[in-house]
């Protein structure tokens, strides 16, 4: 006897990873910054410059890593994973009511809960920047002649990845995996570095 044909699998596919550039750079030639500066204390530096040297690396290398290299969005079809400097939230598409972009970009679920998408900045130069080219490609559009700004997206970056996000968000809604309640976990191994060294450089300092 044939056992019933179970029905295809859906595909599965990888997430889409949204960061800042710009943070990324930023958080880079800030870590090399504080390692100078850190570094040269802590084998520079008499009496107590070096504890105080590395003290201060604890609490500021972590900090630097998690405004900066740690803020991402993930998202695929059922569900969206927003990794912010000291908490990672995760939301299935069904928990989710609106995704919008103001003064910064978030996602607010059904019962009113906001999550801020820090590695989804909003820009406003970058917003003015792209209404002046789709005011141009309207004008030269309706003088009947076409433009390179008109081949261009006249869209900011930021506000291009919200358009991505709220759209996977009304495709996800109805899917039977992307249903769940929003899971929240806060980022220990950035926040316990920080705890140590805050206290180890106050006691330092105390004792001084």
């Given at each position: 006897?044939?056992?019933?044909?179970?029905?295809?699998?859906?595909?599965v596919?990888?997430?889409?990873?949204?960061?800042?550039?710009?943070?990324?750079?930023?958080?880079?030639?800030?870590?090399?910054?504080?390692?100078?500066?850190?570094?040269?204390?802590?084998?520079?530096?008499?009496?107590?410059?070096?504890?105080?040297?590395?003290?201060?690396?604890?609490?500021?290398?972590?900090?630097?890593?998690?405004?900066?290299?740690?803020?991402?969005?993930?998202?695929?079809?059922?569900?969206?994973?927003?990794?912010?400097?000291?908490?990672?939230?995760t939301?299935?598409?069904?928990?989710?009511?609106?995704?919008?972009?103001?003064?910064?970009?978030?996602?607010?679920?059904?019962?009113?809960?906001?999550?801020?998408?820090?590695?989804?900045?909003?820009?406003?130069?970058?917003?003015?920047?792209?209404?002046?080219?789709?005011?141009k490609?309207?004008?030269?559009?309706?003088?009947?002649?076409?433009?390179?700004?008109?081949?261009?997206?006249?869209?900011?970056?930021?506000?291009?990845t919200?358009?991505?996000?709220?759209?996977?968000?009304?495709?996800?809604?109805?899917?039977?995996?992307?249903?769940?309640?929003?899971?929240?976990?806060?980022?220990?191994?950035?926040?316990g570095?920080?705890?140590?060294?805050?206290?180890?450089?106050?006691?330092?300092?105390?004792?001084?």
């Amino acid at each position: 006897m044939k056992s019933p044909q179970q029905p295809p699998a859906e595909p599965v596919y990888a997430d889409r990873a949204y960061r800042s550039l710009s943070a990324l750079m930023g958080g880079v030639l800030l870590l090399a910054l504080t390692a100078w500066i850190g570094g040269d204390a802590v084998f520079q530096g008499e009496g107590r410059a070096p504890w105080i040297g590395i003290a201060g690396l604890v609490v500021l290398v972590p900090l630097i890593v998690a405004f900066t290299l740690r803020p991402a969005v993930f998202a695929n079809d059922d569900r969206i994973r927003i990794r912010n400097p000291f908490r990672t939230i995760t939301v299935p598409w069904a928990a989710v009511a609106r995704v919008r972009a103001g003064y910064t970009s978030e996602v607010v679920t059904q019962v009113g809960a906001k999550y801020q998408l820090w590695a989804v900045p909003v820009s406003l130069r970058q917003r003015k920047i792209a209404a002046r080219r789709q005011a141009k490609a309207a004008r030269d559009e309706a003088r009947g002649r076409g433009s390179d700004s008109a081949a261009d997206s006249p869209v900011a970056p930021g506000d291009r990845t919200i358009a991505e996000l709220r759209e996977l968000a009304e495709q996800g809604a109805s899917r039977p995996s992307a249903k769940g309640e929003p899971q929240v976990r806060w980022a220990y191994e950035v926040i316990g570095p920080v705890a140590v060294g805050a206290i180890a450089l106050v006691v330092l300092l105390a004792v001084g």
